[in-house]
């Protein structure tokens, strides 16, 4: 996913999200996890990178985690039930920086992590 950093909005819904990234996940597969695309870019201010289920699956997202993140831009949150995961980007970061992300599922009980896509902030 790429963000492009711009100042806040007066108003928060100016930004609609991006995406949706769908995600695919298989504990049997190499690899487990898929993203498509697996580059999302988002132009504006704030906004929430949406992430579905490919089609609909017994597994659930549990989290999101973007790493080094010392500005605290990134959070996440789930919906649907455990199908659709939000991570929002506050764009602080006014310089380009590429940031490595995963997401945690959960199927049968047990929790899984996926490798480490990224989230490059582009500022204006």
Same mark, same amino acid.
């Given at each position: 996913?790429?963000?492009?950093?711009?100042?806040? @909005?007066?108003?928060?819904?100016?930004? @609609?999200?991006?995406?949706?990234?769908?995600?695919?996940?298989?504990?049997?597969?190499?690899?487990?996890?898929?993203?498509?695309?697996?580059?999302?870019? &988002?132009? %504006? +201010?704030?906004?929430? &990178?949406? !992430? #579905?289920?490919?089609? @609909?699956?017994?597994?659930?997202?549990?989290? +999101?985690? /973007?790493?080094?993140?010392? !500005?605290?831009?990134?959070?996440?949150? &789930?919906?649907? $039930? %455990?199908? &659709? =995961?939000?991570?929002?980007?506050? =764009?602080?970061? @006014?310089? =380009?920086?590429?940031?490595?992300? $995963? #997401?945690? /599922?959960? !199927?049968?009980?047990?929790?899984?992590?996926?490798?480490?896509?990224? #989230?490059?902030?582009?500022?204006?």
């Amino acid at each position: 996913m790429e963000t492009t950093s711009s100042p806040p @909005p007066s108003d928060p819904t100016a930004y @609609p999200p991006a995406g949706p990234v769908k995600v695919t996940f298989d504990p049997g597969a190499a690899p487990q996890f898929t993203f498509k695309p697996n580059s999302v870019r &988002v132009k %504006g +201010g704030p906004k929430t &990178v949406i !992430l #579905i289920q490919d089609s @609909p699956a017994a597994w659930e997202f549990v989290t +999101g985690f /973007v790493k080094d993140d010392t !500005l605290h831009q990134f959070s996440s949150s &789930v919906h649907g $039930n %455990g199908k &659709v =995961l939000h991570i929002d980007d506050a =764009l602080k970061d @006014p310089d =380009l920086e590429a940031y490595s992300y $995963n #997401i945690t /599922v959960k !199927l049968g009980g047990q929790e899984y992590t996926s490798p480490d896509p990224h #989230i490059v902030n582009d500022p204006p």
